[in-house]
């Protein structure tokens, strides 16, 4: 698949927006491994309720996490799989540059620390 350079990234941008933030590609990645209720999410990941539940509602309003109810709880999880394969190939690809991304001085650690 080719990249158009020339329109609006908007959507990508979006997407990897919603993956930026460390709480919820942490929610991501717990999903990859299954269903959880948000009371799972919160003991696994240490995080306040009300945190965990902002972050599943920005996930589902990019539609990448949904739920389904059973009697009175919710499951929540990954709604597509190439959502895996985009995180496996990130993984790989930060594999192979080795410590480049951390210390690109826009994006990575050390423009974290300057901030």
Known sequence: MAIDCT???TPAVALFR?????TRLAIVRRLA???ARVVDL????GM??????????CLRDCGLVD????GRQSFYGLTRPEL??????????LAATGAAVALCPVYG???EARA
């Open 42 to 45: 919160t003991g696994e990941l």
């Open 109 to 111: 650690a050390s423009a």
């Open 67 to 70: 739920y389904r109810v059973e």
């Open 18 to 22: 919603s993956l930026g933030d460390p």
């Open 84 to 93: 895996l394969d985009l995180l496996r190939s990130a993984e790989l690809l």
């Open 7 to 9: 329109s609006a990234p």
């Open 48 to 57: 306040a309720q009300s945190t965990v539940s902002k972050h599943l509602a």
């Open 33 to 35: 491994a299954g269903e």
